[in-house]
């Protein structure tokens, strides 16, 4: 019986992301309640994954402005809808990053959408938010994003220039940046850690 529900529960929560990718919001709350229901059956059974997915609904639900549809509809959509949905992807892609991080390896922005479900657009969005909520000591997640090429990828500077750092005017001094960023990123999340060299910090632009 138990695993009957695994499975429905594991279906609904697939079918949650896209509908949180896609701005439905009746239908996100329809299949939030869903969830509840199915947490609620399975108690102390329900894994952690279920229970952080369903949590992570719950923080993209609390993000969205009431009444609001969110009928996201790029590149149309007001930014702050398409905040409000790169909001409940955040911790999943910095759960998935932080995994990249510690292998020493990147991750391509298309293998990224494919794993969350998601619009590279929307996931770009979501790294932003990611970064911003690291600090101005903490490493740059976005840094592990790395271009087909193995470099940094175009929209980087987006990245920089969103966080108030300097913005690099050429790709040599682009990949200079993100080539220190993503080495703090491998410094921090390394086991063990190690220190990240404070000189790898772009600097934030002169007021």
Known sequence: ???KQHYRLYAIIDRLRKA???GQVDEVRTLYNECQFLLKELGSHASSYEKRQIGLTSRWLTAVPAGDSLAISPPTAP???LKAAAHGLSDYLSAILTKTARSQTTISLKDLAEQAGATERLCTGA???IDKESGANGPMLSALVASPHGD????FRQVLAELNYEVPQTD???NYVWRRELERAYAFHAEPPREMPARLVPRKKTP
């Open 1 to 3: 019986m138990r695993s």
């Open 152 to 155: 940094a990828r175009p929209d």
């Open 172 to 174: 040599i001094a682009l």
């Open 20 to 22: 949180e990718v896609a």
């Open 127 to 129: 790294l932003i938010m």
């Open 79 to 81: 930014s702050g809808r």
